[in-house]
């Protein structure tokens, strides 16, 4: 009996895939909720489904790349408070950055998207911001507040 699978279903598929499986089994799985019977309509919805994710996820990669174009090899400033070695008295992380951002050039960067480790120090930073296979950097000037 084909089904399509509502949610991750340990040893047998993940979520959205159309498996054929024992009749027994299969009737276990759409009586505990996890799977819908594989019928042409509902299967058709799925496909329909997937396409339209697919075709949401290409505009959200062209967003981001033209923001990663925009943003890449900037110079951002952020001034922090720190002592007379430098060292900063609380560390700059993913939310600063991608609000020093916001603020200078007016793009908002979804801070889950910028690869760093927390900066301690002032100076000079390189930052990442990357999504999927796409990659942009910015340089992150630290300067005593």
């Known amino acids: 009996m084909k089904i399509i699978l509502i949610t991750d279903v340990p ?7 159309i498996k054929d499986l024992k ?7 759409i009586r505990n909720g996890v ?7 509902s299967i058709a919805d799925l496909k ?8 949401k996820k290409q505009e959200e990669m062209k967003i ?10 900037k110079k951002i400033e952020i001034k922090a408070k720190a002592n007379e070695k ?4 609380k560390s700059i992380n993913e ?6 951002i916001k603020d200078i050039t007016g793009i908002e960067v979804d801070p889950n998207t910028i690869v760093m480790n927390n900066i301690k120090e002032l100076g000079s930073h ?8 796409k990659v942009g950097n910015c340089e992150i000037i630290i300067t005593k507040a």
Not at 23 to 29: E, F, I, P, V
Not at 35 to 41: H, R, V
Not at 64 to 73: G, V
């Open 95 to 100: 939310k600063d950055v991608s609000k020093a």
């Open 126 to 133: 390189t930052v990442k911001i990357k999504k999927g296979d």
């Open 35 to 41: 799977a819908l019977l594989a019928t042409p309509k």
């Open 86 to 89: 430098g060292h900063l008295f």
């Open 64 to 73: 981001f790349e033209s923001m990663i174009a925009s943003i890449d090899n």
């Open 48 to 55: 329909a489904k997937q396409a339209q994710s697919e075709k």
């Open 11 to 17: 040893k047998v598929g993940n979520r959205n895939e």
């Open 23 to 29: 009749d027994g089994y299969a009737n276990t799985l």
